[in-house]
């Protein structure tokens, strides 16, 4: 006899996973992003490695649509 527990790890493994098939974003297309995001808070300084995560958060969020 099969415990809950024993049912629910054997549907877990069973269970395919699912990789994305598309390709991370380029460098160049984050770079691109980051800049526009720079140029819309005015051009000021310091934040860049922000920009960076976010154009990188954006870009991969369009991607899963």
Known sequence: MKTKKRKN??????T???HSTQA????E????????????RGGVGDRELDDWL????????GRDL
């Open 9 to 14: 790890v054997e549907q877990q493994q069973s």
């Open 16 to 18: 395919p996973t699912v």
């Open 24 to 27: 991370p974003p380029s460098l």
């Open 29 to 40: 297309q984050i770079r691109q992003r980051a800049h526009q995001i720079y140029l819309a």
């Open 54 to 61: 976010q154009a990188e958060r954006e870009i991969r969020a």
